[in-house]
Nanobody, 116 residues
Framework: QVQLVESGGGLVQPGGSLRLSCVASMNIFRVRSLGWYRQSPGGQREMIAK???????VYADSVKDRFSISRDLAKKTVYLQMNSLRPQDTAVYYCDVEYPDFTNYWGQGTQVTVSS
């Protein structure tokens, strides 16, 4: 069973940038997709970025043109570059791995707080 560990969260001012990383304990060459989700207090977990096995990406409208997902398969790592951060981006961010049988695994999450 793969384990995922996110890092890179923290406190940032509006307009700032952060880069999140998620390292897997096993190789991720044959996964169906890698994704980033977030959950605000009292809110539901929402998908914000996903990269498929063929490299195609999809983004939530709320982060399109500001966030970018990428991966380094050799390092077993998926990244989320977040630019032009807004207070409404404040949430716990989780990475996700989905295998071809549609089994999902999640990390423990990393807190991102956007505030002046």
């Amino acid at each position: 069973q793969v384990q995922l560990v996110e890092s890179g969260g923290g406190l940032v001012q509006p307009g700032g940038s952060l880069r999140l990383s998620c390292v897997a304990s096993m190789n991720i060459f044959r996964v169906r997709s890698l994704g980033w989700y977030r959950q605000s207090p009292g809110g539901q977990r929402e998908m914000i970025a996903k990269i498929w096995s063929d490299g195609d990406t999809v983004y939530a409208d709320s982060v399109k043109d500001r966030f970018s997902i990428s991966r380094d398969l050799a390092k077993k790592t998926v990244y989320l570059q977040m630019n032009s951060l807004r207070p409404q981006d404040t949430a716990v961010y989780y990475c996700d791995v989905e295998y071809p049988d549609f089994t999902n695994y999640w990390g423990q999450g990393t807190q991102v707080t956007v505030s002046s």
